[in-house]
């Protein structure tokens, strides 16, 4: 296995929080305030780290397990993607499958961890939670169908990896469109706004926050960072379709990821700072244009 | 000897017609009698100095149509202490009418149809008529005598056509129908005897116990 | 000799038993003469009896079935009605038995007749044999119901004289036969007149049609079943009908001869599709279990019509549909009784909870159903599937669309109604079940699931020469 | 064939033990156990033998029956589903035993017990007839028998009636493949599966009618909407047993019609193939999406079946536009997919039933939102059920993603066939019915096992026995190791898909060898998953050793006394979905304040079935003055019959014939 997989594979482990920190730090910046510094949440993350815990008494082995299950599945998931430019670290006919349903085990648990507390809010996030999921899974697999058209392969390694390069020229508008929708799946996937607002105060306005309101110390602290991981991940879908750097070499590739990183949590900064969160009866409508976009891309490809 | 055998049917559809008309049940049972009678003289008359056969077919049809069966159905409507009017479905005048219509139906019918014998032609019309009044009287008249009446001069009707060709159908068979037909009549008789004890009528309408 | 004494031995069992004084010697002369004729019967099997009179009387194969499967229902119900007979003494019941083997006497001259006036002759006994037996509770329901009963069946059996007599007149192309004898019927089937020949074949269809119960000649059927003690509705559903079936057999055996066939076949078709509908409109929400067994009957007689009607295979199908209606009618008839016996008139609507109270012909009613429906592995299950293939092999796929669409909603009706009887609460009833009176529906059963997975050789051989005099064949 | 037919009869004795020593019950149980477990480990031998690459055994028996002689085989496909009828029916008769001993002072169990084995024999039958006469007789025993089996609690009208309704379903199905059958035979000599064979060439425009009465007839017992209406009702009311059973084996045997009719034919038309695609899409997407409608957990999981019946028939369609377009490997995949996903589902649904009559033992109720918090009181139930809820959902490490990930391979690859790249839009349903999957499995497993209890009974609930739980940890066992171990169960499968397609087995090794590396990585994530999972879990007790632990209530947001009424229900739940889906689905939705309420009756039977049946019932009795009880009316029937016949003899007199 090449040096340039583990490197980059590290790197994004690495700098995973930082966008949060980074998309914050635009949003306040943009309505006019300082805001938290970009680094903010290693020490938040470094903080929960070093703390006890508190449980409620109604929580089981469940509440305990869906953290590491969140920070482990994204961490597989990651390996799933090519991060240096050219090869994942897995990578096998099929694996954009195994990434989302990776994602999906992560959030399955966390769901029935917000369930076990018996609390209303954390149910109500839950469902929430599984119901944007509900939408958001057709764009993105709508978005890995249209990788698979254009490139012929079937592995998110193969796909962003190699072929990718020689496929935008011939169909850029298709493309374009699976970035568009790729974004917006990020978006809520990330729990970002317009879906979800991070930054609110409010439980009742929740999706993500609420879900997590029981866990703390380091469990706390998994759910945050394995949350900004998987931001992370999307992110660096997104820069692969936009950029494939197979041609590069690999310290360049893994450089112009976390560049391509940054300017994504900046773009959601900017996103969160122009536009308002929508009610939650509009976020169905906001990712099933997420999933017409890609489909439109697929259905282009199709024909061309 | 064609002149006795044209008259003796045209008695046979007169008789018919009295069914048709008359307003009394005695005066139905009556007629259906003679009809028997006139049927028993009929092979007679079809096959002068006939056979055994002849003879014998001509005894049991008198015997059985003209004497035991009226004198049966009389025993059975005796105790009935209802009204004897007939009380038909469809009025008197009206069934003479369909009674005429069945005739010229039946001459038509046997116009096209290729009968066996020309000298016996005028059997089948007749046979033909009886069987359409019978079928008639069974469905227009609500007593349950008169039903019975109505078969009887179905099967007789039905016996005119057997004539056609007593030779053809042997004696046995013959009298194993002429039994059967015995055998009906007797049963009916004794169920309308059962009828009218319980409904104390002759009435059969009033048997609509049993529908869906 | 033997094929008199097929006729003989019942009749005579009849007079003995009529003139026994003891109810025990009554019964036990009805089991000797339904064992003695059925011991002739299997002789009848083993040694082809040769003809009698000129070829009048005579046992082909189809015959033959008839005969057997009559014979072996009846010893069935002879067993059965011995435990009926302890069970409750139908009023009249001295002549109970004495009816009883008339009708088997009357039935069996049917079915050894060759000759169509000797035939008829026969069907009117049977008719007539039973009549009594229906009438037996002498109240108003049963008075009605044997009224209806004679009247029409007695209407539909003079025109079926007319079309004998109909007969004998389109033979008279070929003096030289014997008149009416069904093998110079067949030989000599070009010399009839097609005319006569055609009007013939109409008025016995309208009659021996009405004594089968093909609609719209059926509307004594479910009169008639509702009314009469359940062993005699089952012996006219399995035996009765079957006799007026062969009738049905023999004259269509002649149409195929003189090949008016064209003119035959639709309507066949056509009357057994409209029992069928018939049946089916009448089997919808109907409550009363005995008349729809009744309706039920009519579905099965309107499959034979159209069985005989495909030909083919479906002529097969119509000859073993025929054995295995007789049998499932029987048993469903007595399992029907033994749930009814103790409430004594007709069906109170809310039969229920069978399967608690009477476990056995809770169970038997179960096995009915689905025997009667078609499923398999019983026996109407392969009948009817020949038909089907008959109707696919003609080519007459909505005619196979049509006759699937409406089983199935027979099925639901006679599922939802049987279905509901056996399971549910049970009515609070103190009958216990005799072991007489569940034996007899038991071999039934038995015999039912036997025909469906096993059709022994011989019977085999006999359904495809009966098959073959029909102009059909057998699969 | 000699051990099959060996372990058959075993299991038939088992059944009657039941019967024989029904005044000892202890003996009778041990008789059926011993019996019937040693049996379907006989009867699976040559199962195993022929999937492991053995000669398919066959045995032919005179036939009693005009239509050519009884022919019994184990070929790959019979095999395979022989393997799901033996562990799952096994498993759930076992798990009888003692789910149904409380029973026994009320009810005729021993009776049960003896259909559960007859049930078992009928279904191992079908799957190795190999010609139309005993394949419509298992089948047809199986139906009927799997009836009584359903109406076990006959004295409840909704047990009657759900009963009745599958009673129909399945009859109107066996009827259809009657004149299937009847059909076939015309063209074909015999009615043994190796003549209708021969005879496909023969069939009109390439056997559409054969594939349309297959849909019809096999869909029936399938369950694939539409026809599916009988399903929920009857796998909600049986015994828990019997639902995992049915829903496990008994529905498969419509998939394996299918299946069958596919090998025996050929190539079924391009129509039937979207057409069975677009079914395929309709009843996942429906199916699970009415599965989260639902507030009795029994009716839910019977959903889920059609569900999964949905995913299996989207494989299905992939083999039969793989083999119509000769895309070898697309038609392999797809249909060792439909095979596979077969598998799973059986051990997965069954063993969800089987985790659901636990629960209902433990406390008397089926429904979700009268439980909850059962994850103290019953924690090896919930291990299994949890097993199961990852395993449906198609999650990995468990065998579910194995199957659906076969699928989606199918899917994906039909973007290299020109003709059928259309296809790879099913990836997005297939998506979407996974997400649901998972809302529907949150909700159940959240609402059930987590959180507290919501009512007094559901408090007193309590681990159930070793006979119930053994059961259970077998099956879940078997999705653990397919779901770690996939190369185990995904080779054979391909060279069952490959015998379907009738191409041969170096197709099926040329995909082996297209899927192997997947299969071990897969395998590989597995493991690590789970290694990681365990590090992360000793690293966090590491951590927390010597650090203030606290327990106390959970936070209500400043609220101080939450309640168990307080929980977010079930139903709410699933609310959002309900609402954004609820046109597609035709489910009804009602607020009222402080009350949501979402309605579980079936979309079809409502407003399809019903209706037909109650038109049908009045046009019947439109009819019924015909029999007013008037004689002359009769009378005047019958000279009307006469009257028509005469006419038309006076119009066809001088027709042919005379």
């Not at chain 1, 730090?25 to 903080?47: E, F, I, N, S, W």
């Not at chain 3, 099997?45 to 079935?65: M, R, Y």
């Not at chain 4, 000669?55 to 005179?62: I, K, L, N, Q, Y």
């Not at chain 4, 007193?460 to 999705?479: D, F, I, K, S, Y």
Request: proline fraction near 5%.
């Amino acid at each position: 296995m090449k040096w340039s997989v583990v490197v980059s594979l590290a790197m994004l482990f690495v700098i995973a929080p930082l966008l949060p920190g980074i998309a914050a730090k635009t949003r306040a910046r943009l309505t006019g305030r300082r805001g938290a510094p970009v680094l903010q949440p290693y020490r938040d993350l470094a903080r929960l780290w070093r703390k006890g815990a508190v449980y409620s008494r109604d929580t089981s082995r469940v509440f305990r397990f869906a953290p590491i299950v969140l920070v482990a599945t994204a961490a597989f998931a990651a390996s799933l993607v090519p991060l240096d430019g050219q090869r994942a670290m897995l990578s096998f006919s099929g694996d954009f499958v195994a990434f989302a349903y990776l994602l999906a085990l992560g959030r399955f648990l966390l769901v029935l961890a917000a369930l076990d507390t018996g609390s209303s809010f954390e149910g109500m996030g839950a469902s929430r939670e599984v119901t944007v999921a509900a939408f958001a899974e057709p764009a993105l697999f709508l978005a890995f169908v249209a990788l698979v058209l254009a490139t012929g392969n079937l592995s998110l390694g193969g796909a962003l990896g190699g072929p990718l390069s020689q496929a935008w020229p011939g169909a850029v508008p298709a493309l374009a469109m699976v970035t568009v929708s790729l974004f917006l799946v990020l978006l809520a996937e990330g729990s970002r706004v317009p879906v979800d607002d991070p930054a609110t105060h409010l439980e009742l306005t929740m999706i993500h926050e609420v879900m997590v309101l029981d866990h703390s110390g380091p469990d706390f602290a998994m759910i945050l960072y394995g949350h900004a991981l998987k931001l992370a991940l999307f992110g660096s879908l997104l820069v692969g379709t936009l950029i494939p750097r197979a041609a590069l070499t690999a310290p360049l590739a893994i450089a112009v990821l976390a560049l391509g990183l940054v300017v994504v949590a900046v773009a959601v900064g900017i996103v969160e700072s122009v536009m308002a969160r929508l009610r939650l009866n509009r976020v169905p409508q906001f990712l099933t244009a997420a999933s017409a976009l890609a489909a439109l891309g697929v259905i282009l490809l199709l024909v061309g | 000897m064609p002149r006795v055998v044209e008259l003796l049917l045209l008695l046979v559809i007169l008789t018919s017609f009295i069914v048709l008309g008359t307003t009394r049940l005695s005066a139905c049972i009556r007629a259906v009698a003679v009809q028997g009678l006139l049927l028993g003289l009929l092979p007679l008359a079809l096959y002068p100095g006939g056979s055994l056969h002849i003879w014998g077919l001509a005894g049991g049809t008198v015997l059985l149509k003209g004497v035991i069966l009226p004198r049966f159905l009389r025993w059975a409507i005796r105790e009935a202490a209802v009204r004897r009017e007939v009380e038909p479905r469809v009025g008197f005048a009206l069934s003479l009418l369909v009674g005429v219509v069945a005739v010229a139906a039946a001459f038509a019918i046997s116009r096209i149809l290729p009968l066996p014998e020309r000298e016996r032609a005028m059997l089948v019309p007749v046979a033909l008529a009886t069987v359409i009044i019978g079928l008639f009287v069974l469905t227009t008249r609500s007593k349950a005598v008169l039903q019975v009446v109505g078969y009887l001069i179905l099967e007789n009707g039905v016996y005119l056509f057997g004539l056609t060709h007593v030779e053809r159908v042997p004696f046995l068979v013959e009298v194993g129908v002429l039994l059967d037909v015995f055998v009906a009549v007797f049963i009916m008789g004794i169920v309308v005897f059962h009828i009218n004890r319980e409904f104390d009528s002759l009435d059969s309408t009033r048997l609509t116990e049993l529908t869906d | 000799m033997l094929l008199l004494a097929l006729i003989a031995v019942p009749a005579l069992a009849a007079v003995i038993a009529y003139a026994r004084r003891t109810p025990q010697w009554r019964a036990t002369w009805l089991i000797v003469g339904a064992l003695l004729h059925l011991a002739l019967v299997t002789v009848a099997w083993v040694v082809p009896p040769l003809p009698l009179f000129k070829g009048w009387l005579a046992l082909d194969s189809l015959g033959l079935i008839v005969l057997t499967t009559v014979s072996a229902l009846f010893a069935v119900v002879g067993f059965y009605a011995v435990g009926y007979l302890r069970r409750e003494s139908p009023r009249g019941g001295r002549a109970f038995a004495s009816y009883l083997l008339a009708f088997l006497a009357a039935a069996s001259l049917v079915a050894v007749s060759h000759h169509f006036a000797v035939l008829w002759v026969g069907l009117e006994a049977t008719t007539l044999a039973v009549a009594p037996l229906i009438y037996h509770r002498h109240d108003r329901r049963s008075l009605e119901a044997v009224w209806k009963y004679l009247v029409i069946s007695s209407v539909g059996i003079a025109l079926a004289l007319l079309g004998v007599f109909f007969l004998a007149t389109a033979q008279a192309g070929a003096p030289s036969a014997r008149p009416l004898v069904l093998e110079d019927l067949i030989t000599d089937a070009a010399r009839l007149q097609p005319a006569w020949l055609k009007a013939a074949f109409i008025f016995l269809l309208v009659g021996f049609g009405t004594k089968m119960g093909l609609a719209p000649m059926h509307t004594w059927k479910p009169d008639t079943y509702g009314e009469a003690p359940s062993l005699v509705g089952g012996l006219m559903a399995g035996a009765l009908t079957s006799c007026a079936f062969l009738g049905l057999a023999r004259i269509t055996q002649v149409a195929v001869a003189a090949d008016i066939a064209p003119f035959v076949q639709p309507l066949l078709l056509g009357f057994g599709l409209l029992s069928l509908v018939v049946a089916a409109a009448f089997l919808v929400g109907q409550t009363d279990l005995k008349r729809l067994l009744a309706y039920s009957s009519v579905e099965h007689m309107g499959l034979l019509a159209i069985g005989l009607g495909l030909g083919g295979v479906g002529a097969y199908g119509a000859v073993l549909h025929m054995i295995n209606n007789a049998f499932v009618k029987g048993l469903l008839f007595l399992a029907v009784g033994n749930v009814l016996l103790p409430a004594r008139d007709g069906t109170p609507p809310g039969v229920s909870g069978v399967l608690h109270r009477a476990p056995v012909s809770g169970f038997l009613l179960l096995i009915g159903l689905f025997a009667v429906t078609g499923s398999p592995p019983f026996g109407p299950f392969l009948s009817e599937f020949a038909i089907l293939s008959a109707a696919f092999h003609g080519g007459h796929y909505w005619i196979a669309a049509t006759v699937l669409g409406l089983l199935a909603v027979i099925f639901v009706s006679l599922g939802a109604r049987v279905l509901g009887a056996v399971y549910g609460a049970a009515a609070p009833t103190g009958a216990r079940e005799s072991a007489w009176l569940a034996a007899a529906p038991v071999v039934l059963a038995l015999v039912v699931l036997g025909l469906g997975v096993f059709i022994p050789r011989p019977l085999f051989q006999a359904l495809a020469a009966a098959a073959g005099t029909l102009g059909g064949w057998a699969p | 064939m000699i051990l099959f037919f060996a372990g058959i009869t075993s299991i038939l004795l088992g059944g009657l033990g039941m019967l024989v020593w029904r005044r000892r019950p202890g003996l009778a149980a041990w008789t059926f156990a011993v019996l019937v477990g040693a049996g379907c480990a006989l009867a699976v031998v040559p199962a195993i033998q022929v999937l492991a690459g053995g000669a398919a055994p066959e045995m032919r028996v005179p036939a009693g029956v005009p239509g050519g002689d009884w022919v019994f085989g184990v070929d790959l496909l019979s095999a395979f589903f022989l393997l799901l009828v033996l562990l799952v029916g096994g498993a759930s008769a076992l798990y009888g035993l003692e789910y149904l001993a409380p029973e026994a002072r009320r009810r005729p169990v021993a009776a049960t017990h003896l259909l559960t084995a007859f049930e078992i024999a009928a279904l191992a039958l079908v799957v190795t007839a190999r010609s139309a006469m005993p394949f419509l007789m298992a089948w047809e025993v199986m139906a009927v028998l799997a009836y009584f089996l359903v109406a076990f609690d006959s004295e409840q009208a909704d047990v009657r009636r759900a009963g009745l309704i599958y009673l129909i379903g399945t009859h109107t199905g066996t009827l259809v493949l009657i004149a299937l059958f009847a059909f076939w035979g015309q063209f074909a000599g015999a009615l043994s599966f190796d003549a209708l064979a021969a005879a496909a060439p023969q069939l009109p425009a390439g056997g559409a009618m054969i594939f349309t009465l297959a849909l019809v007839g096999f869909g029936f017992k399938a369950g694939l909407v539409p026809l599916h209406f009988w399903l929920p009702g009857a796998h909600g009311v049986a015994p828990s047993h019997v639902s995992a059973l049915m829903s496990g084996v008994v529905i498969k045997m419509g998939i394996y019609g299918l299946l069958r009719t596919v090998s025996l034919v050929g190539p079924p038309p391009a129509w039937w193939g979207w057409l069975i695609l677009c079914l395929g899409l309709a009843s996942g997407v429906l199916g699970v999406l009415w599965a989260l409608t639902q507030h009795d957990l029994k009716r839910l999981l019977a959903y889920h079946s059609v569900e999964n019946i949905g995913i299996i028939l989207l494989g299905l369609g992939i083999g039969a536009l793989g083999a119509r377009y000769d895309a070898s490997m697309l038609a392999v995949l797809g249909f060792a997919g439909a095979a596979l996903h077969a598998l799973n589902h059986a051990l997965f649904k069954s063993l969800l039933f089987l985790g659901a009559g636990a629960v209902q033992r433990a406390t008397g109720t089926r429904l979700i939102d009268q439980l909850g918090g059962l994850e103290r009181r019953m924690p090896l139930t919930w291990a299994a059920f949890l097993v199961g809820s990852v395993a449906i959902v198609g999650l990995p490490p468990l065998n579910g993603f194995v199957s659906e990930w076969i699928v989606y391979q199918g899917l994906l690859q039909s973007a290299t066939v020109p003709p059928m790249r259309a296809a790879v839009f099913a990836v997005a349903g297939l998506a979407l019915i996974g997400a649901l999957a998972l809302a529907c499995f949150a909700k159940v497993g959240g609402a059930v096992f987590l959180g507290r209890p919501r009512t007094a009974a559901t408090e007193r609930g309590r681990e159930v026995g070793g006979g119930l739980l053994a059961p259970m940890g077998a099956l879940a066992a078997a999705c653990v190791v397919i779901g770690v171990v996939p190369v185990l169960v995904v080779t054979p499968a391909l060279r069952v898909g490959a015998s379907i397609a009738g191409i041969g087995t170096d197709s099926a090794s040329e995909a082996a060898a297209a899927v192997g590396p997947a299969l071990q990585w897969i395998s590989f994530m597995a493991f690590g998953l789970v290694a990681m999972v365990g590090a992360g879990w000793w690293l966090r007790r590491v951590l927390l050793r010597r650090r203030p632990q606290v327990w106390t209530e959970t936070w209500g947001c400043a609220y101080a006394r939450p309640n168990p009424r307080m929980q977010y229900t079930a139903a709410s739940f699933a609310a959002p979905l309900v609402v954004a889906y609820g046109t597609v689905a035709g489910v009804q939705v009602t607020r009222e304040p402080g009350h949501f309420h979402t309605h579980a009756t079936d979309v079809v039977l409502d407003r399809v079935v019903f209706p037909l049946w109650a038109t049908v019932r009045t046009w019947a009795l439109t009819v019924r003055p015909m029999q007013q009880g008037r004689l002359w009316l009769y009378l005047l029937y019958l000279l009307g019959a006469l009257l028509v016949l005469l006419l038309y003899l006076a119009f066809r007199a001088g027709g042919p014939g005379s």
